[in-house]
């Protein structure tokens, strides 16, 4: 038997986002790990060993894996989302260009899954239904002038936006910043989603225009998405439905 | 019994990354309308009508939907990958704010499904694992020269980049006028990986530098991802891997 790592995708939070592929890998597994709060998603069996371990220990969690997998283990890394955005794939791909040269005999795939930003937009109607930029506002790994830099380009191309990350307790200031730098190009109008907890049982969807969006909206648990110029808003029963349309005039 | 419209989406093809959510709408249908492809991805059975329609038919299919749904019927509209990237969603919910009010009152909702560019960042590693763009490249419903403003902040920003659509038969030369723009800022050595078919049994992962590129490597089955500055490639036994990385220089 040989070791193996998938890098797997839980979706948002609700067990209907989650792929057969995904199911399939945990059920072939004999070890799960990743942050807390994702592992324990994850159903426990005889024979899967489960490894929570705290944010911010993304590399170690990584190099966990690999050396388990490089023992002929079958390890599953668990993420919220999809893994390749702003999650695990990267941090393990870290690891393994880092870390010793068997581990990369090993056999390794990234499996898929339902993004925040998509999952939100999805409640939301369609605002990302054209051309758009996904940020992560942390600045735990990137310089703030990056983030604003990208923020006022994204703007000036007219682009839709998706914000990840946009406010943690460590650094209230940046998504007022970036709230700020967007109204400087957007006016006030554009409408803004703010998605908490999108799937889950307390899932809220508000949409304000930006004049009125503040950083005290949002936390680690909501993306954002920004429309474009062309954004359109519906009246609809169970609440606004927010769509970008597919053309862009000329 | 009241009619309801699930706009849904199917993923890049393979049975094991439709959700179980998608699968249950289907299920639960009367009706399944979309375009021919993707309605063939549809198992028949008794008491499901399938309306498979062309291409371009994107806002006819949504009325006939709508129509359908508040004529009691149950109707899921399937695209390929997720309905609000590039598909149907944008369209369903035009056709509702131009067409009649009682439509208003339909139950509506839109079920996510794993877009194209992050089931090819899956195959390639994780070369979308930082801030990054998409971009659909055919110009049926905006300008070129937005198009082209919209690829030149992208690589400004050095955000990696998704290009959907790359390529038609009836506009070849957008896409080579993309790779040309994207030269003049990105360098000679920037990976673009070409993910055709993803998740397909005929599926294709290119790796070439941007140097090399050509327009005749992709189609319109095809989703091309530029990665950043920052984008690396680790040598691997089943194929480069290319990611990039979670931290970006100061």
Same mark, same amino acid.
């Given at each position: 038997?040989?070791g193996?790592?998938?890098?797997?995708?839980?979706?948002?939070?609700?067990?209907?986002?989650?792929?057969?592929e995904?199911?399939?890998?945990?059920?072939?597994?004999?070890d799960?790990?990743?942050?807390?709060?994702?592992?324990?998603?994850?159903?426990?069996?005889?024979? =899967?060993?489960?490894?929570?371990?705290?944010?911010?220990?993304?590399?170690?969690?990584?190099?966990?894996?690999?050396?388990?997998?490089?023992? /002929?283990?079958?390890?599953?890394?668990?993420?919220?989302?999809?893994?390749?955005?702003?999650?695990?794939?990267?941090?393990?791909?870290?690891?393994?260009?880092?870390?010793?040269?068997?581990?990369?005999? =090993?056999?390794?795939? &990234?499996?898929?899954?339902?993004?925040?930003?998509?999952?939100?937009?999805?409640?939301?109607?369609?605002?990302?239904?054209?051309?758009?930029?996904?940020?992560?506002?942390?600045?735990?790994?990137?310089?703030?002038?990056?983030?604003?830099?990208?923020?006022?380009?994204?703007?000036?191309?007219?682009?839709a936006?998706?914000?990840?990350n946009?406010?943690?307790?460590?650094?209230?200031?940046?998504?007022?910043?970036?709230?700020?730098?967007l109204?400087?190009?957007? /006016?006030?109008?554009?409408?803004?989603?703010?998605?908490?907890?999108?799937?889950?049982?307390?899932?809220?969807?508000?949409?304000v225009?930006?004049?009125?969006?503040k950083?005290?909206?949002?936390?680690?648990?909501?993306?954002?998405?920004?429309?474009?110029?062309?954004?359109?808003?519906?009246?609809?029963?169970?609440?606004?439905?927010?769509?970008?349309?597919?053309?862009?005039? &000329?």
């Open positions: 038997m040989s193996w790592v998938r890098i797997a995708g839980l979706g948002p939070g609700a067990d209907g986002m989650v792929t057969p995904v199911s399939g890998a945990l059920n072939a597994a004999t799960v790990v990743g942050y807390t709060p994702y592992v324990a998603r994850v159903c426990p069996r005889p024979g =899967l060993s489960l490894h929570p371990s705290d944010n911010r220990a993304e590399l170690d969690r990584a190099r966990h894996a690999l050396r388990m997998a490089a023992e /002929g283990r079958r390890v599953v890394v668990v993420s919220s989302g999809d893994p390749g955005v702003f999650a695990m794939a990267a941090a393990l791909f870290e690891a393994l260009e880092t870390g010793p040269k068997p581990w990369r005999d =090993l056999d390794i795939r &990234v499996l898929p899954g339902i993004t925040a930003m998509l999952a939100a937009a999805a409640r939301a109607g369609a605002p990302l239904g054209h051309d758009f930029c996904t940020i992560n506002l942390s600045d735990n790994l990137k310089p703030q002038a990056l983030i604003e830099k990208r923020l006022r380009l994204a703007a000036e191309g007219d682009f936006i998706a914000l990840y946009p406010r943690s307790q460590a650094r209230p200031e940046g998504f007022a910043r970036a709230l700020d730098i109204r400087e190009t957007c /006016g006030d109008d554009r409408p803004v989603i703010f998605a908490r907890n999108v799937s889950h049982p307390d899932e809220t969807i508000r949409v225009p930006l004049s009125e969006a950083a005290e909206m949002a936390d680690m648990r909501t993306v954002v998405l920004i429309g474009s110029a062309q954004t359109r808003i519906i009246p609809h029963r169970a609440g606004p439905i927010v769509y970008t349309p597919r053309s862009a005039p &000329v």
